[in-house]
């Protein structure tokens, strides 16, 4: 009978840790599961592809697999002018999202529409398809789903591609993985916080908005301004493009790291980037020597910088 109270004192702990995982994450989990997502959210993981961080499609974090997001006004199969539409392109081979290869994680509502009217499940992989988000009204509800277009307007990845022009390509689900590899969430949230934060960053999301995402990169310590909306404060791709380059050339005192190796070796225009004679110059700017800032190279379409500012911008 020496081991009486241990074994009670285990029970009790069993039963503690027990119901503390319980309301930790199942009652959480309950919870998501019954949850739609919303358009924002269709929106969010069509553009970053299966997975914005570490998988298998992408080990190094290249952002290998991903699609790219297009603002077309010309329909690819017809040819005929169209409202300006959101499409989003899956070149052959590139991995699906979460909510397509699992429709049940879209919530009800949305993954019936989807299936139904939107034949998502027609969608295939290995010859890839265009996919655009839209919305039907329910008995007075504006419900979102996934149209596969290639199935429903005969729209191929490659012609959808096409009728974009350069900076109409947005390289979102490149940009995230960028911003998850660089780390950019260990001072910045995406998340703003339920306190006056919201008055300054705006509004909050809603937990439909991220449903299949993964990871959710909200951050936790925050020692930068929250980026939920960032993109809708600032819009302007040369200030991105600079604050990139070198924070310092727009915010003097930014603790913010500068990220100019991300241009990679040559600009938009092919020429090789001369890093050093850059810095050189910048020095002498920054000492007062020079009254301009040297000129930040464009970054070229294909290079990390490009999909980084992307994502950002991206942020409304
Ligand atoms: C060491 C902390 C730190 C890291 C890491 C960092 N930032 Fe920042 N960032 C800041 C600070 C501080 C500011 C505010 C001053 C400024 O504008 O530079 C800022 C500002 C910004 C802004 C402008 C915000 C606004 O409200 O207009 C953007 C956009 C941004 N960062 C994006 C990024 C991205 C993307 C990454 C990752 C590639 C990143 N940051 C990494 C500290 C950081």
């Known amino acids: 009978m020496a081991f009486r109270e241990y074994k009670i004192g285990a029970r009790m702990f069993g039963l503690a840790f027990g119901t503390s995982m319980f309301i930790t994450l199942y009652m959480p989990a309950v919870d998501i599961a019954s949850v739609s997502v919303t358009s924002i959210g269709l929106d ?3 553009s970053f592809g299966r997975v914005g961080g570490f998988s298998y499609e992408d080990p190094f974090l290249l952002g290998w697999s991903k699609p790219i997001t297009v603002e077309i006004t010309t329909d690819p199969k017809t040819g005929a002018g169209i409202e300006p ?11 699906f ?25 027609e969608a295939s992989e290995d010859i890839g398809a265009v996919f655009i988000v839209r919305e039907s009204n329910q008995d007075g509800v504006m419900v979102p789903y996934i149209e596969n277009a290639t199935a429903t307007r005969g729209w191929m990845p490659e012609a959808t591609l096409a009728k974009a ?25 995406l998340l703003p916080e339920e306190t006056q934060d919201w008055q ?21 310590d925050r020692k930068a301004p929250d980026l939920t909306h960032v993109g809708s404060r600032n819009s302007s791709r040369e200030w991105m493009t600079m604050h990139f ?30 890093f050093d004679g850059w810095r050189t ?22 290079s990390e910088a490009r999909a980084l500012i992307d994502f950002v911008l991206n942020l409304k």
């Open 165 to 189: 022009s350069d900076s109409q390509r947005l390289h979102v689900g490149k940009g995230k993985i960028m911003f998850v590899r660089e780390g950019c969430w260990w001072c910045h949230t």
């Open 85 to 95: 539409t959101r499409a989003f392109v899956y070149e052959a081979e590139t991995a």
């Open 245 to 274: 380059f070198n924070p310092r050339l727009v915010q003097p005192h930014s603790i913010m790291p500068r990220y100019d190796y991300l241009w990679g070796e040559e600009d938009a225009k092919g020429n090789t980037i001369d």
């Open 97 to 121: 999202p979460n909510g397509i290869r699992h429709p049940r994680i879209l919530g009800k509502g949305p993954s019936a529409l989807s299936l139904d009217k939107g034949r998502m499940s």
């Open 44 to 46: 969010r993981q069509l």
């Open 281 to 302: 110059a910048y020095t002498a700017y920054a000492s007062g020597e020079s009254i301009y800032p040297p000129e930040v190279p464009v970054p070229a379409a294909d």
């Open 200 to 220: 300054y960053f705006g509004a909050p999301p809603m937990l439909g908005d991220f449903n299949g995402e993964s990871p959710t990169a909200f951050g936790s």
